[in-house]
C-alpha cells in the first residue's frame, strides 16, 4: 500500500482538531448540548430508523424484480 506524503500530515491536522473540540471547555459543553439534545429525541431517531429501514426494504425488492426481469446470468 502506498502512503502518500500528505496523508500523515493530514491525520494529525485531524487528530489535532477533535483534542481541540475535547480539551477545550467550549468543545465539552458543544458535545455536552448535542448529546443532550440526541438523547431528549429519541422519538424522532426511532422514526427515522424506522424510515429508512423501509427505503433500505423498498430498494432490495426493487433490486431483486431488477434482478429477475434480466434473467439467469452464466460465468464466462
Given at each position: 500500500?502506498?502512503?502518500?506524503?500528505?496523508t500523515?500530515?493530514?491525520?494529525?491536522?485531524?487528530?489535532?482538531?477533535?483534542?481541540?473540540?475535547?480539551f477545550s471547555e467550549r468543545g465539552r459543553k458543544l458535545l455536552r448540548s448535542t448529546a443532550a439534545r440526541v438523547g431528549a429525541t429519541p422519538?424522532?431517531?426511532?422514526?427515522?430508523?424506522?424510515?429508512a429501514k423501509q427505503e433500505l426494504d423498498h430498494i432490495q425488492q426493487e433490486i431483486k424484480e431488477l434482478e429477475q426481469s434480466l434473467g439467469p446470468h452464466t460465468a464466462r
Open positions: 500500500m502506498k502512503v502518500r506524503k500528505w500523515i500530515p493530514l491525520t494529525f491536522v485531524g487528530l489535532g482538531g477533535l483534542g481541540a473540540i475535547l422519538g424522532r431517531l426511532a422514526a427515522w430508523n424506522d424510515s
